[in-house]
């Protein structure tokens, strides 16, 4: 997948964007396998970690580029809230199958993925109450330990 991202910023930056398009749709799919399985269960958390995604990265960028601004903060907050739930249910036995990132450990340590996965969501809840007290250092402070709690999940349940 790296490589194929790799490949396609090639294309743009060689052949343009319009033939890079055409270029991209032919390739796609190989290499990329799909989930066949009913319910399609590996797709449906992989497509709620993006949606999580969707409200972290935008509070990122806001911090880095140092332009907080309460107002538009708190929402991302409250969108990162509502979506830390998503991928959770979707982490059923027997749901270890390619096209899943997830490592074997996820299975075989089942109390350490559910620990790294509450102290996510306790982080959760403290950047919301310090996006909603619209104090910037609490807010920085807290978001940093919410990527803390995805790295630190991802380095041991997630493969690179
Ligand atoms: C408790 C563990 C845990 C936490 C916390 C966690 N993740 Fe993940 N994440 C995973 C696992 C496991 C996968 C692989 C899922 C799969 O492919 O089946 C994953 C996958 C992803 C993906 C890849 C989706 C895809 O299909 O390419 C992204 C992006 C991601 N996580 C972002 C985040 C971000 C950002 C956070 C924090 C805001 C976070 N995750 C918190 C365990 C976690």
Request: aromatic share 12%; no cysteine; hydrophobic share 10%.
């Given at each position: 997948m790296r490589q194929f991202l790799k490949f396609r910023r090639f294309l743009l930056l060689t052949v343009g964007p319009a033939v890079a398009a055409i270029v991209v749709a032919t390739f796609a799919g190989c290499g990329e396998v799909e989930d066949?399985?009913?319910?399609q269960p590996v797709k449906q958390r992989q497509m709620a970690f993006k949606e999580m995604v969707k409200a972290f990265e935008p509070m990122g960028v806001i911090l880095r580029k140092g332009s907080y601004n309460a107002d538009k903060f708190l929402p991302l907050a409250e969108a990162l809230v509502a979506k830390?739930?998503?991928?959770?249910?979707?982490?059923?036995?027997?749901?270890?199958?390619?096209?899943?990132?997830?490592?074997a450990e996820v299975w075989k340590q089942p109390e350490a993925f559910t620990k790294d996965k509450q102290t996510f969501i306790a982080a959760t809840d403290a950047l919301l109450a310090a996006a909603q007290s619209k104090d910037k250092a609490a807010v920085e402070k807290t978001y940093d330990a919410v990527h803390e709690a995805c790295k630190t999940c991802h380095k041991q349940f997630k493969e690179r």
């Open positions: 066949t399985r009913p319910g830390r739930d998503g991928p959770w249910p979707h982490f059923g036995p027997d749901t270890n199958y390619p096209p899943t990132k997830a490592t």
